[in-house]
């Protein structure tokens, strides 16, 4: 669960996220002495479940900036803390949407109970019915632009479409999609979130992951070796079961080892994507990937071939690569040095500082038919895959 503490008080502030702390450590507090003005950026920003406020906040007429909050994001439950709260301010705070007054000095039990009732009401909540669409991609060597492909297809499905996207970084040991997209380093790893399996939620999910937009966010790789170890095959069936009931779209960046963490995330996607190139070491590997993806028992539609940095008039044509590999290649992401390099380099999505390119505009290509697929009916590989899918 993550919440927002707002007082100009320090020593109540501290009070309060010792008393939420004390209860359960993993519940995420951020504290503000005064974000009373910038509540509507920093709720679209951090996506809290709650936002608990001293009263001194609110006086003279400010109740106007809550009930704004309440409006635009129904699913934030405001907590104020007020000394002597009159009647009528009571009724107000009530019609602004706030959905508890508490009294001070604070009680560590009525807080308690108050946060409690929100957190069983945040698990009742949960969709057990909403499945997100899995899309797994996999380099079949390194260098293969897997890891680029899979951010700025994720970045791309949700900035084009409604859609709730989820980035997860799944390559143990080589790991860094967070920084095709951003350039923060994060606070939180698939390390950290197993090892608290036991305890993930919703709210442990959404604290633990990186956002870059308000419908797209990013759980990194472990930052190291070591901490990778933490991560068993059990605790991705966890993750994957949550995060597909909590997003429309699931990306996985697979890395390119196959090991038993991989192959249990892989045994959850609806699509494989194998990424490419044009020469004969890409080709081999590949056919080994298709061979053991044959082993595995996954069906043939299940598999797609993604050739990068095509150019046409090579020696080796898009012909040779699929008479090689028996099958079709689905997408060619054509070469396109200059623009990839320079998102690459700067950890921006392609898509925000070449709207044009032809590697942009193939990707954008690949997410509309994603998208369009699971909204009206269609024949075709990806029908059958997606036609269950209810993103809106």
């Not at 020593?11 to 951020?30: F, G, N, P």
């Not at 009931?245 to 090991?259: A, E, P």
């Not at 690459?344 to 290509?365: F, R, S, Y």
Request: glycine share 6%; net charge negative; aromatic share 6%.
């Amino acid at each position: 669960m993550k919440i927002i503490v707002i007082s100009p008080n320090k020593v109540l502030r501290e009070e309060i996220v010792h008393s939420l702390k004390s209860v359960d450590a993993t519940r995420y507090s951020l504290v503000f002495d005064d974000g009373l003005n910038d509540l509507g950026h920093i709720t679209e920003g951090q996506h809290p479940d709650m936002i608990i406020i001293d009263g001194l906040c609110v006086e003279s007429g400010r109740l106007s900036i809550l009930e704004h909050i309440c409006l635009r994001y129904p699913d934030v439950s405001i907590i104020i803390l007020s000394e002597n709260a009159s009647s009528e301010f009571l009724m107000a705070a009530m019609r602004s949407g706030v959905k508890d007054v508490l009294s001070l000095p604070l009680q560590a039990g009525d807080l308690q109970a108050s946060v409690d009732r929100l957190d069983i009401k945040l698990k009742q909540a949960i969709p057990n019915h909403k499945k997100g669409k899995v899309i797994a991609f996999v380099g079949s060597k390194g260098g293969s632009g897997a890891t680029f492909l899979a951010c700025n297809l994720a970045y791309i499905l949700a900035e084009t479409s409604k859609a709730k996207v989820a980035l997860l970084d799944l390559n143990l040991q080589f790991g860094d999609a967070v920084l095709f997209v951003n350039d923060h380093v994060p606070s939180n790893t698939l390390a950290d979130v197993a090892k608290n399996i036991r305890r993930l939620d919703a709210s442990l999910l959404s604290s633990s992951m990186v956002n870059i937009l308000p419908n797209f966010s990013v759980l990194a790789a472990p930052e190291d070796a070591e901490s990778a170890q933490d991560v068993k095959p059990e605790h991705i069936d966890a993750l994957l079961k949550l995060t597909t009931s909590q997003y429309d779209f699931v990306v996985m960046d697979i890395g390119r080892t196959l090991n038993a963490t991989g192959v249990k995330a892989l045994d959850h996607a609806d699509i494989i994507f194998i990424v490419l190139q044009e020469t004969l070491p890409f080709i081999r590997d590949s056919k080994r990937l298709l061979h053991a993806f044959h082993s595995l028992g996954y069906a043939k539609e299940k598999v797609k071939i993604v050739l990068n940095r095509h150019e046409k008039g090579g020696d080796i044509r898009l012909t040779d690569v699929e008479i090689a590999l028996g099958m079709k290649v689905f997408k060619t992401i054509p070469n396109s040095y200059q623009a990839v390099s320079a998102s690459v380099n700067q950890g921006v999505p392609i898509m925000e500082i070449a709207k044009n390119d032809a590697v942009t505009k193939a990707l954008q290509e690949v997410a509309q038919d994603l998208v369009e697929v699971s909204k009206t009916k269609k024949s075709g590989w990806l029908d059958s895959l997606l036609h269950h899918a209810s993103l809106f």
